[in-house]
């Protein structure tokens, strides 16, 4: 439910980051710090960026962005070009700064220390590479001493902790129990595969047969970079594809998870471990340091059918195979050259079409916030997030809220009934903004500046027994499910909170120094959008405590399936690459959303700038420059194989559609621009979506 796919998909924490120990926030001293280094700004709106050869009413896609996609080919370690990836960028360069400052430092706090460090040990590539292979040894030695099955449970739940990776057979964390967001319960959820989505192992075109084989080499290789021959290294990768593909065959949808109803199996211990008796699920808790628990959600039972039914069948010699493979390929990018060369090669290169690797230091720096996020945001906010950009993201957070209700009340579709409720659960929205009231301690983590591996486990297994640790504890409501320099928003549905990062409010999105027009456009819409979130196909389902409850009347349900119907069926239309077309049903909350959002954030922009005289600016009006703004958030450059990898993998559809999509159901964007009823930017009046 974010406004963006993440930046490094390849590196997700199976466990949702959590806080159980927290330090109240304090301003860490600046005496010594050297002057901070300052991002670099460019406006929230470009003339430059726009192509104004471009007639607007025809592609205002490429109106808006024409001149920027020419001035901002995509670099070659990246694997697409977009704003907020060029945001992200120049904050990693900012971090970078601060996180040489910090290693170099002699007299630190705590978190400097902790962040100095942390780098110091990633960027000490010449000791990594000395150690090779002998940096994951003991834990290829302890899947080598796997005797039996009944064994894998302890062995199993080390992996878990140590690497908080859904590759290892499944997940295991805690959640919000469905039926009371304020209590977390234990939860067990699909994984165990190598490849981005389960699809990718059952469809059955020539692509997918072909990245099927590559990824096959992919596993063979790091298995000879583990010490195989190369002909049991071929045995040992197709027994693990074997495995692979019964888990893919079994496990959920991505649409299917977006229904909250088909992740929800709550059961007791007894019950899970009828559903899966092969597994010696008591040990494996205990092993995992979870508290006790009574009732677990288990998302998918028919995945842990399947587990349980390849216990049965393969043998003890195919799991060690497949559990060397994982840890090795869990663990590549933080091992020797040749293991960060072959993840580069098959992740980036050959699925996502970069040309070449990060350098170093990128990678490093993103390591850090993953592992240590809210320590480096701590340092991040006090440079670029004042008191005043507080203030101002509040002010307009609260506008586009005052027109959520305004568009509710107004809504012909909608009964009163739900009319109410909906503003319930309106107001029970929290907001958050910039970044954690309370800081996270790091403190248990055991950081040194020369073992770069040990520091990621480290960190990893912190945050993995964090989350088990909150089973059976009431919900934290000040946790974020982000770090302060992430360019990204969220919205929770359980949490039933909106979540904008300080580095999401940054130029050129936020920009204080421009008029309000390609503010609201920008940032009001992705306010509008996250906002939205709570009331699309998915979030609607939820109550205002974000408890799984239905407070729709039926008729105004199947009303507002009928008007999300014509959104998928629109964005179905749309051509992502080649022949292949967006999976609308994977998309649909994030299309509403973007719908949603602009119109909030135009209302909003009107009750904002009331009566005021609103001048033309570099040639635009001012409903212009708040639809130009609007488009400029996502200028972006894609490669084809990056787009295939989102077809079936990102909920959001791709940029041209999440702006061109959204102006053909606002009349108020063909009146900006003039647009006569033919031109492609505009649909007929009665076959404009309306939804919110
Ligand atoms: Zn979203």
Known sequence: MSRLRTHTSEV????????????????????????????????????????????PCVDFYQYACGGWKKNNPIPSDQTSWSVYGKLHEDNLKFLRTILEQAARATARDTVTREIGDFYAACMDETTVNARGVAAIRPTLDAIASLGNIRALAALLARLQIDTGSRQMVFAVGSEQDPDDSEQQIAQLDQGGLGLPDRDYYTNTDAKSV???????????????????????????????????????RASLTRVDRRDPYKTKHK???????????AFDWDRYFRELGAPKFEVVNVSAPEFFKAV????????????????????????????????????????????????????????????VDRGLGEALGQVYVRDVFGPDLKQSTVDMVKGIEAAMEQRINGLDWMSAETKRQALVKLHGIRNKIGYPEKWRDYGPVDIGKSDFLGNVRHATAF??????????????????GMSPPTVNAYYDPQMNDINFPAGVLQPPLYDAKLDA???????????????THGFDDEGRQFDAKGNLADWWTAEDAQRFKDRAQCVADQYAQYVVVDDIHINSKLTLGEDVADLGGEILAFIAWKDATKGKDLK???GLTPEQRFFVGFAQWDCANERPEDMRVRALTDPHSPSRYRINGVVVNMPEFAAAFSCKGSQPMVKPANTICKIW
């Open 12 to 55: 997700i924490l199976a466990f949702v980051v959590i806080c159980t120990a927290l330090t109240s926030f304090q301003q860490p001293s600046s005496a010594q710090q050297p002057a901070p280094p300052a991002l670099p700004y460019s406006p929230s709106l470009d003339p430059g960026s726009m192509d104004r050869s471009i007639d």
């Open 210 to 248: 072909e990245t099927r084989a590559r990824y096959v080499q992919h596993v063979q290789k790091v298995l000879e970079l583990i010490g195989d021959s190369s002909e049991s290294a071929k045995t040992n990768a197709d027994a693990i594809m074997k495995i692979e593909t019964d888990l893919a």
């Open 267 to 277: 059961m007791k211990r007894a019950e899970l471990k009828a559903l899966a008796p």
């Open 308 to 367: 349980n039914a390849q216990l049965g069948s393969t043998g003890v010699a195919e799991w060690r195979s497949y559990l060397r493979f994982h840890a090795a390929n869990v663990d590549a990018p933080y091992l020797s050259s040749a293991f960060v060369q072959e993840d580069f090669d098959f992740y980036r290169a050959y699925l996502r079409g970069a040309k070449e690797m990060q350098p170093r230091w990128k990678r490093c720096v993103q390591l």
């Open 463 to 480: 945050e993995s027994r964090r989350d088990l640790q909150k089973i059976g504890k009431p919900v934290d409501h000040g946790e974020w």
């Open 517 to 531: 027009a390609p503010n609201y456009g920008d940032t009001g819409g992705m306010i509008g959008h996250e906002l």
């Open 616 to 618: 033309p600016i570099d």
